[in-house]
Structure formats: C-alpha cells, structure tokens
C-alpha cells in the first residue's frame, strides 16, 4: 500500500499526531509496540525524542523496519524503513520546522535537541 494511493492514510500522514510504532527488539528479535508522535514536515515523515536515549532508536538502528499504526483518524497499518537523521543541521532544520513541536523547540534549546535527542525519517513501502 502506497501513501498516495488510500486517502485516509493520506489524511493521517497529513493531520495525526499520536501513532503507535513497531520495531523489532535489537536483543529480543520480538516486535516492540508503543504510543508516540509523529511529525510531517514537506511531506517527509519524522520521530523524535526529547534528548536522550530511547530503545525504540536503539533498536530501528539495529533493524531499520518499522510500522506505523494509525489510530486517530484512521485505523490502518503502514510498513517503512526508518533512517537515523545524524547530520546536526538536517537534524536542525527538521526540528524547527516541524510544527508539532514548537512549544517545545525554539531557537534557545534548538542545539539541546540537535545534540541529545534521536531523529528518524520514515521511508514508506517494504524495502526491496
């Protein structure tokens, strides 16, 4: 399934917020399932983190595949893979752009984030 080609997952890439996301477990192998935001900036899919570490980008590290379960204006699956944002003004950019987040990122505490908090775009489709 494409984003382009069922309307109410385009609907929900373009308005939700709150997700649930599945990774595999980088010790376990288990799928790991928990509630978190994401973010479309430029129609590019992203997720962070408040600075420091978190097990659900320790383990996209280790397996990049990642589902994304939407639950608020859509019931519907998406598969992707996720790739870590490492470059500091990429991660920059996105973070000040990203609407979502702007009662918590400004200018001031920009670099805070830039410097602690886990970064991944989301590529939708199965990978080859």
Request: aromatic share 10%; charged share 25%.
């Amino acid at each position: 399934m494409t984003t382009s080609s069922d309307p109410a997952i385009a609907q929900a890439l373009a308005n939700d917020l709150v997700i649930d996301i599945t990774t595999i477990g980088r010790t376990s192998g288990e799928p790991k399932r928990l509630e978190i935001w994401f973010h479309n900036v430029d129609d590019r899919y992203y997720i962070t983190g408040r600075p420091g570490p978190r097990s659900w980008y320790a383990n996209v590290l280790a397996d990049p595949r990642i589902t994304f379960h939407f639950k608020e204006s859509t019931e519907a699956d998406l598969n992707g893979t996720a790739r870590a944002v490492t470059d500091a003004d990429e991660k920059r950019a996105v973070f000040l752009a990203a609407k979502k987040l702007s009662e918590y990122i400004n200018e001031d505490n920009v670099q805070e984030w830039v410097d602690g908090s886990p970064l991944i775009e989301v590529v939708f489709g199965d990978p080859d």
